[in-house]
């Protein structure tokens, strides 16, 4: 379980939370916790997510559970640092859909003072590494991998499988799009899939 950081106010630096998992491993609902934790210690918090993911809504972060938090929408990487002046806590969802430029935008904030709370996809469809969120990790000073649970074993699932036939690397989508799957069941899904085309 991750413990919240104590804050050193002399050092003047935040940090870097990483979420990253499969679909279906609760994510997002670790975010929304951890800033609702946040807000209810009365810290001013900021949450973004790419203005792409309408899924649930326009501009709330919504969670499988239905669980919610008010966000901003925001095109591009960059709009975030531009929206981030007086706050102490930024949350991030679904970060593998923003471009690479995220990174610094991140590692800027958390130079600034800011805690900076990240989650995303950690590989995409066909199990490679998702966008920026390698170097998210790799930059990250906390990194929480949460795990689905495979919908064939029962097993932890870490790949997020894809039931339809679209071949794009971004597809929204939920359980008639993806299903989460252990390593085993998703090599057997992947070989199935081959000898189908």
């Avoid at 949350?91 to 805690?115: H, K, M, P, T």
Wanted: hydrophobic share 40%; glycine share 6%; proline share 4%.
């Amino acid at each position: 379980m991750f413990l919240e950081n104590t804050v050193n106010y002399n050092e003047k630096f935040g940090w870097i939370e990483v979420i990253c998992g499969s679909m279906f491993s609760g994510k997002t609902e670790e975010l929304i916790r951890r800033l609702k934790r946040a807000q209810f210690a009365k810290q001013k918090v900021e949450i973004f997510k790419p203005a792409i993911d309408t899924r649930y809504d326009d501009e709330k972060v919504v969670s499988h559970d239905s669980n919610e938090i008010r966000s901003t929408p925001v095109p591009a990487a960059e709009n975030i640092r531009l929206l981030t002046s007086d706050v102490e806590v930024v949350g991030i969802d679904e970060a593998q859909f923003f471009d690479d430029e995220i990174v610094s935008v991140c590692n800027d904030l958390a130079n600034r003072g800011i805690r900076v709370i990240v989650a995303g996809l950690d590989m995409d469809f066909q199990g490679n590494p998702f966008g920026p969120m390698p170097a998210l990790m790799a930059t990250a000073e906390y990194v929480t991998k949460v795990h689905a649970v495979c919908t064939r074993t029962g097993n932890l699932a870490h790949y997020s499988h894809r039931t339809s036939a679209d071949k794009d690397l971004v597809v929204l989508g939920e359980t008639d799009s993806y299903e989460p799957l252990s390593r085993a069941a998703y090599y057997k899904a992947i070989q199935n899939d081959e000898k189908n085309k």
